[in-house]
């Protein structure tokens, strides 16, 4: 069974650019969520998608919006970029039917 | 408020010794726990997991134990290898929270040959 995959693996973007970022979940798996991952701030969650609907969604500004797809692929999209926003994110899938979580090797994304 | 904590940054470790990765919460409320373990410029690769109302959980080298009334939880690696020098991330979730995990900082290993 293929992995979590995420496209791109590095981004560069210059600060108010918006960006899109793509996950691609394991085949099976309903439910993707997305984290941001900073040397300041750790991991932390951004948002839950399940069936195409967002479940959940972590303490972040609306800048940071995503979607599902009706195959489970999801998008997440950050506009009116800002220095903090250089960060590594992270897709994730799950079965649902087991707690653990299945991750994506990251997007890299560095805003100039 | 940081709920769930690693308060060890760092710890190095003998190969073939035992390797003891702490992790405390503050929210009672969780209801799961898992380990993962993350290498540079990669995704977090899940280890292993526990639930609330269990104390201990073993898969091969690795044990996690759970103390409620402590809030507190440990992972132990025996016997220690150099390929699992990289960061330990403990994180808790909710059930009623669908699949939001909440991280602890991340402990970096490095295990000496």
Redesign the interface.
């Given at each position: 069974k293929a992995g979590?995959t995420q496209t791109p693996r590095y981004l560069i973007k210059t600060r108010g650019q918006q960006v899109t970022l793509s996950c691609s979940p394991i085949s099976g798996h309903r439910?993707v969520?997305w984290?941001q991952q900073t040397p300041g701030q750790?991991?932390?969650?951004l948002f839950?998608y399940?069936s195409e609907t967002q479940?959940?969604k972590?303490n972040f500004p609306g800048r940071f919006s995503g979607r599902q797809f009706s195959n489970s692929r999801s998008e997440m999209n950050v506009s009116t970029l800002e220095l903090g926003d250089s960060a590594l994110y992270?897709c994730?899938s799950?079965s649902?039917a087991h707690?653990?979580?299945?991750?994506?090797?990251?997007t890299?994304l560095t805003v100039l | 408020d940081q709920q769930v904590k690693q308060n060890s940054p760092s710890l190095s470790v003998q190969e073939g010794r035992i390797s003891i990765l702490n992790c405390d919460y503050t929210n009672s409320m969780f209801d799961y726990f898992l380990w993962y373990k993350k290498y540079p410029a990669e995704g977090p690769t899940f280890l292993i997991s526990i639930s609330s109302i269990k104390d201990k959980n073993e898969d091969g080298r690795f044990t996690v134990f759970l103390n409620k009334s402590a809030k507190h939880l440990s992972l132990h690696i025996v016997p220690s290898q150099p390929g699992d020098s990289a960061v330990y991330f403990c994180a808790a979730v909710k059930n009623n929270a669908g699949n939001m995990l909440t991280f602890g900082g991340g402990t970096r290993l490095m295990v000496k040959p």
């Open positions: 979590v439910s969520s984290y750790g991991l932390q969650f839950e399940f479940r959940n972590g992270l994730a799950t649902g707690v653990e979580q299945f991750f994506g090797p990251g890299r | -």
